[in-house]
């Protein structure tokens, strides 16, 4: 059987890019930039296991030895916990089996489910001898009405499993067994005995379970059908012929009134059936072949209830995630009516699955009871006869799959892997549904995208989780519109959208967040799901991200641009952050757009550096942000500068400034001034010898690493060691070039950021700079570029000596000057081909009439 993952691997990640629903997120959010709410206990981990009860306004948690009671509003209120600890006795059995004493044989909380309103569920671990008790509410202590856990929670802590507790009976899907080796499907009730699924590689064989839910179809039901249990799991295949474990993403569901078999199937499922879930891409024969996590939208009509999965591939090092949805009534389908298949015996020993093509025997095998049966005097499983129960038992796999709604994934991530997933389905202000869909990760990040159409918007990342942790658990809370994520190191409560967080109504509209609108009123972007005092009609919406229906407003008027004034030979960086990821700035200067034509400067993602600025720098300088929104791609001024020398502060910068007054300092600063270390003055070395042009046939041997002009000790002489001040270090070598800064003989413990450029096929470009704030203490900073072919150093001490400006070496600062001229010839030889992407230069093409 044909089963594209063969065909899978390298070069078609790229294609991945191009092809289905990827998507950036807009914005980045930090965890110190965001109001979370955060509940941990020192001493206490693995808080994995959460459970909402919406009633009372309370998170359940369940830790290693122990169980809390959160307040819902604010999880770092807390009102109740309990400790579970395992006795002596029998962490010492665990201990004699060869478990870990710190770690495994500890008591771990799995299972918690709400009994009744009083009372819940709780099931831990318990050194590898799983135990359930019964937690009151109303003093939250333990009943000590201990039960066996076996088969409701797993022995391994480290081991998979799922637990839904329908009507008071728990369905949990773990394994039986210390070793972790027989899993099982089951449900425990107080009034039965255990039902279970079958010791048999054909009904599980390997699982990883990662869901259950119920699906109540029996409410309702014109044909008396039964409601169902539904399991989300990863099993090693057995129906297909692979080298090596071939891993399958399953969707199986057993009906609740099932009662086992008479004789055969005696406490076993009779209604077990199992299919396979697919995600993948067709058009790329690339497959998602593990489920991590499910989260069922239920609809008042089970029929539109959807399923969406978050999936990877088997091969982790591809690094895409996937999130599919399915339609409850496809799965109707395929259950009600699929094929199965049969295991046949083909040359002696070797068995294969095959689809079986006789004829079935009825009532159909694996289906619930319904109104039809009881017509036939089958009132419950324990009445069916034995060719379904035999046929089920040796059939319990479909051969038909569970497509995905449109036969692709709704959502593609690159460079992530989704843990977990939570969707939420919101009316906008445009009256329509919206699938909201919440996916987190294993770095502690979460991700908010939206479903429009046929297309997917990423609205946001938010790093949840303040170390890089995996996510193990993620709840959505209707009523409070709080998410709730569960890891090793705590708990962390945030809210569903972070609307107050765009100040503009351009920003607001831009998010394309259905939580969001800008208020006229009250001028800000608000949650229309939160109580608002304000009527509908002053909201603006505008899901395409159509900025031009916001309030027109006065544009930042020339008189208003920041004034930057600064010294001869200085650098100066002008500001400009574009939150926004899929925004980009573009920088305008004296009105007209900065292009290759430009003197020298560098543009990073925080703003644009200039360095050495002289004469001809002066002028208005405005940063534009551009981005698509509403069909179009909308541009807004960001920020505006006038950039003067300090010699001309005091002058109208419209006039024409003559070469000759800028020697002419009228600057009479009393504080002190920097000046380069004495050596550098009195003995200023040459500027180095530039570095000769790459040329193209240069081959990786024959690079060396090179630092370039000006040095550090040549930067000396703009700098003003009392005011902010910008050092900068530029360098070319082989492709695993990197700098490094030292202040003080200390590496900076923030890296410094470094901006690479490919020169040619083996040598790149380096640009890295370091802002630097008011001098206490002499200071000697070093930077150093490093590569496996060797390193090159440049260093110089900023003094705080009282020097008067004027009697700053012109010879230094001329040499200085020379070399930065030379080397910005060298850089336009270059055509600069790393200031701007490739991009941007089409896009100035584009942009001329703007
Ligand atoms: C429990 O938390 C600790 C500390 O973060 C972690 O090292 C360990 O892997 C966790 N164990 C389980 C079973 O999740
Ligand atoms: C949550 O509760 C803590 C502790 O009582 C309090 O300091 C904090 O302000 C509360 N946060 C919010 C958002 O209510
Ligand atoms: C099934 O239920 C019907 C009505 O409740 C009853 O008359 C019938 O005897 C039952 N059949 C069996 C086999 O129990
Ligand atoms: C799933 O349901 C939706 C709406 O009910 C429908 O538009 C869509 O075609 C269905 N998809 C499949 C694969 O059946
Ligand atoms: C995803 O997980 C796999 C396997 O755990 C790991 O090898 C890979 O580095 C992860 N990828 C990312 C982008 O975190
Ligand atoms: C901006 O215009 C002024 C006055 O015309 C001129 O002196 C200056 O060099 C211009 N600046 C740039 C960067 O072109
Ligand atoms: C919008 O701008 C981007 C560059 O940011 C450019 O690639 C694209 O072609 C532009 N689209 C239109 C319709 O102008
Ligand atoms: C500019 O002029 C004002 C008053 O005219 C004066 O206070 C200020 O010091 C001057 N600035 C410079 C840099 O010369
Ligand atoms: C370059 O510097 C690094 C440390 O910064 C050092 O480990 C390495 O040995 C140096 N290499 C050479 C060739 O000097």
Same mark, same amino acid.
């Given at each position: ?598 003197? %020298?400067?560098?543009? !990073?993602? @925080? &703003?644009?550096?200039?360095? $050495?600025? =002289? ?6 300088? #405005? ?24 010699? %001309?502060?005091?002058? !109208?910068? @419209? &006039?024409?400034?003559?070469? $000759?007054? =800028? ?6 600063? #009393? ?28 081959? !990786?041997? @024959? ?148």
């Amino acid at each position: 059987m044909a089963f594209g993952v063969l065909g899978v691997f390298l070069g078609l990640l790229l294609e991945v890019s191009t092809h289905g629903p990827s998507s950036v997120p807009r914005m980045s959010w930090k965890h110190q930039e965001l109001d979370l709410i955060e509940f941990s206990e020192p001493g206490i981990f693995n808080y994995s296991t959460l459970l909402l009860n919406e009633d009372e306004a309370v998170l359940y948690v369940g830790a290693r030895e122990a169980v809390f009671e959160l307040s819902m509003r604010n999880v770092s209120v807390k009102k109740n916990k309990v400790i579970w600890k395992v006795p002596d006795t029998h962490m010492t059995m665990c201990i004699q089996k060869g478990k870990s004493k710190e770690t495994d044989c500890l008591n771990y909380i799995r299972v918690l489910q709400m009994l009744d309103d009083s009372s819940l569920y709780v099931c831990g671990t318990h050194a590898f001898q799983p135990v359930c008790d019964f937690l009151s509410l109303k003093d939250f202590k333990l009943q000590k009405k201990q039960e066996d856990g076996r088969g409701k929670c797993p022995f391994d802590p480290e081991q998979s499993f799922t637990t839904v507790m329908v009507d008071g009976e728990l369905y949990s899907g773990t394994a039986y067994n210390f070793l972790g080796s027989e899993p099982i499907i089951s449900r425990y009730s107080h009034s039965q005995s255990l039902l279970r699924t079958e010791y048999s590689t054909s009904w599980l064989n390997e699982p990883s379970f990662v869901y259950a839910d119920v699906i109540r179809e029996g409410k309702n039901s014109p044909d008396g059908d039964d409601d169902k249990i539904y399991y989300f799991f990863t099993e090693v295949s057995v129906e297909y012929e692979f080298f090596g474990k071939l891993l399958i993403p399953r969707i199986a569901r057993v009906c609740k009134g099932d009662l086992g078999g008479q004789r055969t199937l005696q406490k076993k499922w009779t209604t077990f059936l199992k299919a396979k879930l697919v995600c993948s891409m067709p058009e790329l024969n690339f497959v998602f072949n593990v489920v991590h996590d499910v989260f069922v939208l239920k609809m008042d009509d089970w029929k539109e209830s959807i399923i969406y999965g978050v999936f990877t591939s088997q091969w982790g090092n591809v690094g895409l995630s996937a999130v599919c949805a399915y339609n409850m009534s496809t799965v109707e389908d395929v259950f009600s009516k699929g094929k199965y298949m049969q295991k046949a015996t083909v040359e002696q020993s070797h068995t294969k699955w095959v689809r079986f093509n006789g004829i079935t025997p009825s009532p159909r095998p694996g289906a619930c009871i319904n109104n039809n049966n009881r017509m036939q005097n089958i009132n419950s499983s324990l009445h069916l006869p034995d060719k379904t129960l035999q046929f089920i038992k040796d059939h319990p796999l479909l051969e038909d799959p569970v497509l995905p709604i449109g036969n692709g994934p709704r959502l593609i991530a690159k460079d992530v892997n989704y843990t977990q997933i939570a969707v939420e389905r919101v009316q906008a202000l445009d009256t329509n549904l919206y699938d909201v869909i919440f996916t987190a990760t294993d770095k502690g990040f979460l991700y908010k995208s939206v479903i429009y159409g046929n297309e997917v918007h990423t609205v946001e990342e938010v790093q949840l989780l303040r170390n890089s942790e995996p996510i193990k658990t993620l709840l959505l809370s209707s009523q409070g519109r709080f998410l709730y994520a569960g890891s090793d190191t705590g708990v962390v409560q945030a809210p569903t959208a972070f609307c107050e967080k765009y100040s503009s109504c351009e920003d607001c509209l831009l998010a394309r967040d259905p939580y969001c609108a800008w208020d006229t009123d009250a001028m800000a972007c608000v949650n229309i799901f939160q109580e608002l005092n304000t009527a509908q009609w002053s909201l603006v919406q505008s899901l395409n991200g159509d900025a031009d229906s916001c309030p027109k407003v006065k544009m930042l008027s020339k008189e208003e641009y920041h004034r930057i004034s600064v010294k001869p030979g200085s650098s100066v960086e002008l500001p400009c952050l574009i939150r926004s990821n899929l925004g980009q700035a573009v920088w305008k200067v004296n009105g007209s757009m900065l292009t290759d034509a430009s003197r %020298f400067y560098l543009m !990073s993602e @925080s &703003g644009l550096l200039i360095y $050495s600025v =002289a004469n001809e720098d002066q002028g208005l300088y #405005e940063c534009w942000s551009i981005e698509w929104g509403g069909g179009r791609n909308f541009t807004r001024l960001v920020a505006g500068y006038v950039l003067t020398l300090e010699s %001309f502060a005091n002058t !109208s910068y @419209s &006039g024409t400034f003559s070469s $000759s007054a =800028a020697h002419k300092s009228s600057t009479a600063t #009393e504080a002190p001034l920097v000046s380069p270390s004495p050596a550098d003055i009195s003995s200023p070395s040459p500027p180095k010898s530039p570095p000769s042009l790459p040329s193209s046939s240069s081959s !990786s041997s @024959s690079l060396g690493v090179r630092l370039l002009p000006p040095l550090l000790s040549d930067q000396a002489v703009g700098i003003h060691a009392q005011e902010a001040f910008l050092l900068f270090c530029l360098a070319l070598g082989p492709s695993d070039l990197h700098i490094h800064w030292q202040v003080n003989g200390q590496r900076l413990e923030a890296p410094v950021k470094e901006y690479r450029h490919s020169v040619t096929q083996w040598e790149v470009f380096l640009s890295s700079w370091l802002r630097q704030e008011v001098l206490e203490k002499d200071s000697e900073f070093q930077c150093t570029a490093t590569s496996h072919v060797g390193n090159e150093t440049t260093k110089t001490v900023i003094s705080l000596s009282s020097r008067d400006e004027d009697s700053a070496p012109a010879n230094a600062l001329s040499q200085w000057k020379s070399a930065l001229s030379h080397h910005e010839k060298l850089l336009q030889s270059w055509k600069k081909a790393w200031v701007r992407s490739v991009a941007l230069l089409k896009f100035f093409s584009s942009f001329a009439t703007f």
